[in-house]
């Protein structure tokens, strides 16, 4: 199963370390920002399924961050969670390119089944067998597969690297960008960390006699090309 991913988006420290806590229990991977100049950065980098946005931050209209994103091709799916629930701001973070709009104070059962629902959506959109090249990625298996017949199992970090890499063919992904959507941008993984399961995936697409490869890019990253 692949983990889930978040950014939270709150300028209240003690809202922001209770949501925190919450969502920790629940088994998602979540970073933590508190200004509109973070949520651009943060956001911008394509590793979350999903982001919790409070529009009410600090020295910046917050819409306009959704704004920004929606703007600059940023699909990940967003929620706000706000106090302002007149229905005119409701429409108004709607219309932004929020995907959906939660009131606080809020129910903790009510809000989660809402986090669940819109990262199902980026996932709708997302076929669950991709193909680069002459290998097949089956994610419900945790397959590589050649299309000439033949599969690999992976494991649950492979599957992830691996995935992230289909995302995005021949596009170079650096390792920070790894790093940060499968250990978490808190944890202490480390480049050596990445370049072991790389082997590991470059192993098993050898031994399933794919042409595609996945290319160093020295220094910087990796990316998976087709070489058909």
């Known amino acids: ?107 903790q059962a009510e809000l989660l089944a809402r986090i669940r629902a819109v990262t199902r959506r980026k996932g709708d959109f997302k076929k669950n067998r991709v193909t680069c090249g002459d290998l097949i990625l089956d994610k419900d298996n945790c397959e590589l597969q050649h299309v000439k017949g033949g599969a690999a199992k992976l494991s649950l970090k492979e599957l992830q690297i691996i995935e992230f890499l289909f995302d995005s063919p021949h596009q170079v992904i650096k390792k920070e960008s790894i790093i940060e959507k499968i250990w978490g941008s808190d944890s202490d993984a480390e480049y050596n960390n990445v370049e072991v399961y790389i082997s590991f995936i470059r192993k098993k697409m050898d031994d399933l006699g794919a042409k595609t490869r996945i290319r160093t890019a020295r220094g910087i990253g990796y990316s998976l090309e087709d070489t058909l």
Do not use: W
């Open 1 to 107: 199963m692949k983990a889930m991913r978040l950014l939270l988006v709150e300028d209240d420290v003690h809202l922001s370390q209770s949501l925190l806590e919450l969502l920790e229990r629940e088994s998602y991977g979540v970073d933590a920002v508190y200004t509109a100049a973070d949520a651009l950065k943060y956001a911008t980098s394509a590793v979350y399924d999903g982001i919790i946005f409070d529009p009410s931050l600090p020295g910046k209209e917050g819409l306009s961050v959704v704004k920004t994103l929606r703007d600059n091709d940023v699909h990940t799916p967003i929620l706000i969670l706000s106090d302002k629930c007149a229905v005119r701001d409701i429409v108004k973070g709607l219309d932004a390119g929020a995907d959906d709009y939660v009131c606080n104070p809020f129910n």
